[in-house]
């Protein structure tokens, strides 16, 4: 079956420590995403990636950080830097846009990060 | 400013009783796109609907159909027959064209219940 896995569902960590969430694709899109959505909000874009070993800043990229080595996979650190890390993270994948052309982006099932 | 508002942050509906979602967003991009994700308590947000800024027709898939006013900018969903299991958040999200990447900006959502 196509399509996005993160893991894990759910992820502990202490205040101070980096934590890796992973994100896989296999339905062949060159573009994929980290969104945050924190309790009764809507998402707000962390980073984005259009292609392999190349990545830009979204909204709220302080705190985080990515990379892109394999067009499939597009993991997410959240570093100590961040100062509210507790958060549900969801990335997303899509084919790129084409001019006007728009395509929906696809969604993974999410990890809920707590940070004590 | 925001970009996507929706008004309503929670409304019952009765079972198979139709409902309308609001939407309305600013742009100054005469070219951009508008969808509408559903998110169901699990997490995982499930695509619904896309409106072209130069569509002619207003959207309609299945149940869902986009109540798309130009002018006013504004892109309403509406659900007919709701079914117990349309129960969940619904968020607007808007792609401009001339932004670079597919990035979408969300709303804060709207939380829909359904009842028996």
């Known amino acids: 079956d196509g399509g996005i896995t993160q893991s894990p569902k759910y992820l502990f960590r202490k205040e101070g420590q980096n934590v890796t969430l992973s994100c896989e694709q296999n339905l062949n899109h060159d573009a994929m995403y980290w969104y945050r959505q924190d309790p009764g909000q809507g998402l707000r874009l962390i980073y984005y990636?259009?292609?392999?070993?190349?990545?830009q800043k979204g909204d709220i990229a302080e705190g985080y950080s990515v990379s892109r080595e394999k067009k499939e996979s597009f993991p997410l650190t959240v570093t100590s830097a961040q100062k509210n890390p507790t958060a549900f993270y969801l990335c997303?994948?899509?084919?790129?846009?084409?001019?006007?052309?728009?395509?929906?982006?696809?969604f993974g099932p999410g990890t809920r990060l707590t940070v004590t | 400013a925001q970009k996507i508002t929706q008004t309503q942050p929670g409304m019952f509906v009765q079972e198979k009783e139709a409902v309308t979602l609001d939407c309305t967003y600013d742009?100054?991009?005469?070219?951009?796109?508008l969808f509408w994700y559903k998110q169901p308590s699990s997490g995982e947000m499930i695509f619904l609907i896309y409106q072209g800024s130069y569509d002619q027709q207003n959207a309609t898939e299945g149940r869902y159909s986009l109540n798309f006013q130009k002018a006013r900018k504004s892109a309403n969903l509406v659900i007919s027959a709701s079914q117990l299991g349309d129960s969940a958040m619904y968020f607007c999200?808007?792609?401009?064209?001339?932004?670079?990447?597919?990035?979408?900006?969300f709303g804060g959502g709207t939380r829909v219940l359904v009842k028996p």
């Open positions: 997303a994948s899509s084919l790129l846009p084409q001019g006007m052309k728009t395509y929906e982006q696809y």
């Open positions: 990636s259009q292609i392999v070993n190349d990545f």
């Open positions: 999200a808007m792609r401009e064209v001339k932004a670079a990447g597919n990035k979408l900006t």
């Open positions: 742009t100054s991009d005469p070219s951009y796109g």
